[in-house]
T-cell receptor
Framework: GEDVEQSLFLSVREGDSSVINCTYT??????LYWYKQEPGAGLQLLTY?????DMKQDQRLTVLLNKKDKHLSLRIADTQTGDSAIYFC???????????FGSGTRLQVQP | DTAVSQTPKYLVTQMGNDKSIKCEQN?????MYWYKQDSKKFLKIMFS???????INETVPNRFSPKSPDKAHLNLHINSLELGDSAVYFC???????????FGPGTRLTVT
């Protein structure tokens, strides 16, 4: 079945760039997503990328997709303390019309 | 206006009780979902409805029964609650195409 993996924890200093990585196994994934979850809150869709794209930029966020290696990354430029949260990578399971989520990466931003 | 809302936000109950969680979306999307997030933050799909029709039913105990009275609502009823049911339950809604899913704020269920 599909599997999505992420590292569990990342710590950066305020103002630095953060890079959160994700690998997936389903080569037929058509869309890949990044969600943010702040403490006690639901998941907020940050951005998504279609599988025929290599890169997508949206303000401070840059998504890179290496389809050959099945590797997705989210770069946050000029990381702020408000970016501290758990970031989930997800892929769309075209067969089931559901998303398979990674385990989440907890980003800690130090002042 | 909240796009996807859930009630209640918190639910504390005893083992063996029956409880329901309600979800409503005002996005006009065709597909709604229930996810369970455990204490380690792992998210797993439970059910999905498309236009009131059940399309995903994962390996979930049959004590859990979803009900979709219309496209905008998807409720989750749980019978005979167990300690292991304690989790945060998220409702989500998505449209066709990119299937961007929009999540509700979650319902934290604690079974004592």
């Amino acid at each position: 079945g599909e599997d999505v993996e992420q590292s569990l924890f990342l710590s950066v200093r305020e103002g630095d760039s953060s890079v959160i990585n994700c690998t997936y196994t389903d080569s037929s994934s058509t869309y890949l997503y990044w969600y943010k979850q702040e403490p006690g809150a639901g998941l907020q869709l940050l951005t998504y990328i279609f599988s025929n794209m290599d890169m997508k930029q949206d303000q401070r966020l840059t998504v890179l997709l290496n389809k050959k290696d099945k590797h997705l990354s989210l770069r946050i430029a000029d990381t702020q303390t408000g970016d501290s949260a758990i970031y989930f990578c997800a892929e769309r399971d075209t067969g089931r019309r559901a998303l398979t989520f990674g385990s989440g990466t907890r980003l800690q931003v130090q002042p | 206006d909240t796009a996807v809302s859930q009630t209640p936000k918190y639910l504390v109950t005893q083992m063996g009780n029956d409880k329901s969680i309600k979800c409503e979306q005002n996005l006009g999307h065709d597909t709604m979902y229930w996810y369970k997030q455990d204490s380690k933050k792992f998210l797993k799909i439970m059910f999905s409805y498309n236009n009131k029709e059940l399309i995903i039913n994962e390996t979930v105990p049959n004590r859990f029964s979803p009900k979709s009275p219309d496209k905008a609502h998807l409720n989750l009823h749980i019978n005979s609650l167990e300690l292991g049911d304690s989790a945060v339950y998220f409702c989500a809604a998505a449209s066709g195409g990119t299937y961007e899913q929009y999540f509700g704020p979650g319902t934290r269920l604690t079974v004592t």
